[in-house]
């Protein structure tokens, strides 16, 4: 193991109340599965069963990505042509409260509910909206928020579903300074009121609001070779949005890292100020640091350490409990992750040919396949993140996988009090 020192304090970790340490029995076992305490009751069959199903899963998502290979830096700039919002409204400094605008304009609004996504009036309708840049809790203001070098941005992606969303969002104001930093939302596709109407309730954070047009940008990006066809493909819409997204908030908006959020995964107590603890240390092309993951997920973990720390085993380098440890893996999960500039200018190279052009182009996939030999995801071995289980639009299936189970247990001792961000120091398995 090695440390990865934010300051040179020695700074160690919160002790543990005493009611959750006396589940460790002294023969090494755990005498009451520690999750059991939140209601899940954890057997070592269980555990078991619960690791070597992550694992295999783990192992078939690598597979996926081993025909993606790392192309060229490129050096120069890169170019989003007719972005929408505009360069020109972003430097200008323009806010609308969307508020008050929307109770104004609400027949207008739900009138759009009643259009395709391809619908020409609609595509029209978001690049308008967009040039207002809409706000959400403007008054929220402090000596971080208002200043993009003194905070990291949020990056909530959204497509129609109003559940889970309305639980990411309550979770979302639970996190830890969560007041100082921005939400930057992009709501995808058609039907989107009641996704507008869940958002105006939010009370805890600053957030803009923009809308993403698949149509207006593949035609942008694309020119003569854009096809009807392409707007069909799922890997084309979800990856697509990602690089609307992710370009906005690097080349409009100046951020160096992006920490990100999608409308099913929900945010634990730690979320932000996990991200802002570490970040720095995946900025420089040269370092073996790639991203930042906010869940472990990797053949590291997933094979060799879920069975001890759903079991709660002292023995176990890597449990829910510790907060301050770290597993480098891999592989990049791309769930709740935080992305650095860096990735997105490798991610540029090759995504139109695999998501639009090709079916092979997910974001996880390209970024996995896109690591150089050396590079590493850092992942946390107390989770920062959970997936809610859903069958909406885009949802999976509702079954209960690990990060369910130690959801509870995680946000627990996340809830105890913790070191600073700029002050911490975490131990990482290598």
Known sequence: MKWLALSKENVSTTEEPE??????????????????????????????????????KLKKAVESSEHIKVQTILDKDIFFPNFSPSVESIRQGKETDFDTFYYDNVDTFRKTNRWRTDDEKLDQFRLQMNEKHF??????????????????????????RVMPLRTVLEKLCKVKDIEKTVVYV????????????????????????????????????????????????????????????????????????????????????????YHLSIYSKTLQEETSYYAVASHAHGINHNCNFIKGSLLDLPNNSCRVRDVYQLILEPYFAVWGSGIPKKIFKRLWQVWIDLSVKGDKGYLGTILTGLRKPNERTISPCSNRITRIPNVGVNGEDLSIRYWNYVEQAASFFQTLELVRPQERKYKIIE
């Open 135 to 160: 706000v959400i809790n403007g008054n929220i203001q402090n000596e971080y928020n208002k200043d993009n070098t003194k905070h990291l941005p949020i990056w909530l992606r959204v497509y129609r």
């Open 186 to 273: 992009t709501i995808d596709g058609d039907k989107f009121v009641g996704i507008v109407e869940e958002l105006l309730k939010v009370k805890c954070v600053k957030m803009k609001v923009y809308f993403h047009s698949l149509k207006h940008d593949l035609k942008q990006l694309l020119g003569n070779e854009y096809k009807e066809e392409y707007l069909a493909k799922t890997t084309a819409k979800l990856t697509e949005h990602c690089i609307y997204g992710l370009y906005m908030l690097y080349y409009l908006y100046n951020y160096p890292y992006v920490i990100t959020l999608e409308d099913d995964i929900a945010p634990l107590p730690d979320f932000y100020n």
């Open 19 to 56: 009611t959750i340490k006396s589940t460790i029995s002294s023969e090494g076992q755990s005498s009451d599965s520690l999750f059991s305490i939140f209601g899940r009751e954890i057997t070592k069959e269980l555990a078991s069963s619960i690791q070597n199903d992550e694992c295999l």
